[in-house]
Each structure stands twice: as structure tokens, then as C-alpha cells.
């Protein structure tokens, strides 16, 4: 049973809602559901399932594990927990924010591409957007291409399953779009980076991982074809050092 109609997704939510309540408590301050799901913009049998939790007291958490429901709906849930008061550090722009919550995830949140399953509505505290993108959000962006090629195992792009060069695609383009406070659904993403960024070259690999990502075709490639979407990342990745770096 994937979930693929809303009817499916919102029950699914509410076991995982249950599951938070029951094991953080009046530890925690807000659940949100991010990236293909957050915005209901998921494939069925491909999109993982993105939880964003923001507790109180990030030294008092209890493991959080949604293994049973996660075999139940046959999707892969990934949870990341996230402190309140690096969020609200965030918000005032102040020394003490730290990497795990970003201005990007501030734009997130501000325009409504999680959706807040349960807890406090923390988008009201997000300054305007307009403000947000005044702030330096070129090191963010740097950032994310010094994690996919970073030559920690665990974060390097290349170490991973093909669908996720795909998602990483998808996903870098997406952050270039919110660093000028936009937001585009997946199949918008190639149009609204051409009116953005007039000269980034890359958009031509973006239509593909989108391919790839709807037809799921990339669940199933050889050898050959594995080749072939290597060299598309690369080439996708040079591109977009070129934009953030310059």
C-alpha cells in the first residue's frame, strides 16, 4: 500500500504524528513534512517520505523510529530532528545559528513548501522574504556542492544509488531557485531557471534527472545507462559551481 492518494498520505501522517507525541512529548514544537511530499508533488514507487522535527530541548531527544510504519506503507521515511533554538538563532540572522537550519529552509518554510503537521505554526516567525534573500545565501549554496563531493562515504553524491544523482540535481536546482526566493513544482523548475538564471548552461540535465525522476526509469538502469547519468551529474555539478562560485 503506497501512499499515493491524499486519503493514504494523511493516514499514514497520523501514525507518524502519533508516533512524535508519544515519544517527544511537550518536547516537541513542530512536525513537518518536506520535499515531495510536503507539497504533495511526490511519484509513486520513487519519492521518499522527508519529516522535519524542531524540539525544544535537542539533548533530550529519544530515538525516533518509524521503521514499522515506514514497511507498512512501503516507503522510505527520513527524519531529521532539528533544534527549536537554532531555528529562532536563524531567524534573528545572529553568530549562534549553526548549518543545520539554513536560510534556504527558512524560504521553505516561509512559503509553504512543508506543510506543518502538527505543533506550533513556526512560518509566522519567518522574517519576509524579501529580507531572507539580502542575507549572504551564496555560502549555503556553496555549501551544498562541497557536500555532494565531499570524500566523506557519507555524503558524497557519488557513493550513492543513481536515484539519488537524480534527486540531487532536482534538488541543487531547487536551491538556486529559492536563493531568489522563488518556488517552483519539479515539472517548473527547467522554465523558472531559465527567467532566473538567463545564463546557467545546465538546464538541459535537469530535464532529464525530471525525466528519469517521473518515468522512474532510473530504478532500472544498466551499466551503460548508470554511465551516462554519472557524466550528466558531473556535468550538471560543473555547471552550478560555475553559478555559485563566480
Not at 162 to 168: D, L
Amino acid at each position: 500500500m503506497y501512499p499515493t492518494s491524499r486519503k493514504t498520505v494523511n493516514q499514514m501522517e497520523k501514525e507518524i504524528i502519533r508516533r512524535a507525541k508519544s515519544f517527544l512529548g511537550k518536547n516537541l514544537v513542530a512536525l513537518l513534512a518536506e520535499g515531495s511530499y510536503g507539497s504533495y508533488d511526490f511519484v509513486e514507487g520513487y519519492s521518499d517520505y522527508d519529516l522535519s522535527i524542531f524540539v525544544k530541548n535537542f539533548n533530550k531527544i529519544k530515538e525516533i523510529n518509524f521503521t514499522d510504519i515506514s514497511e507498512r506503507y512501503h516507503i522510505d521515511i527520513q527524519c531529521v530532528v532539528r533544534s527549536y533554538e537554532d531555528f529562532q538563532n536563524r531567524v534573528k540572522n545572529n553568530h549562534k545559528a549553526t548549518r543545520f537550519i539554513g536560510n534556504l529552509d527558512l524560504i521553505n518554510i516561509k512559503k509553504k513548501k512543508t506543510r506543518l503537521l502538527v505543533g506550533m505554526n513556526i512560518a509566522n516567525s519567518v522574517p519576509d522574504i524579501k529580507k531572507i534573500i539580502k542575507r549572504d545565501l551564496g555560502c549555503e549554496l556553496r555549501a551544498e556542492y562541497y557536500h555532494a563531493t565531499n570524500l566523506n562515504p557519507s555524503w558524497n553524491i557519488y557513493r550513492r544509488e543513481p536515484r539519488k544523482w537524480v534527486n540531487y540535481i532536482i534538488n541543487l536546482s531547487d536551491r538556486l531557485l529559492l536563493s531568489k526566493g522563488v518556488i517552483s513544482k519539479k515539472d517548473d523548475i527547467p522554465k523558472m531557471l531559465a527567467k532566473y538564471y538567463p545564463y546557467f548552461r545546465g538546464i538541459k540535465y535537469i530535464r532529464e534527472a525530471l525525466v528519469l525522476r517521473k518515468t522512474k526509469r532510473v530504478l532500472k538502469l544498466n551499466e551503460t545507462e548508470k554511465k551516462h547519468l554519472k557524466n550528466i551529474l558531473n556535468q550538471f555539478l560543473e555547471e552550478y559551481k560555475r553559478q555559485v562560485f563566480c
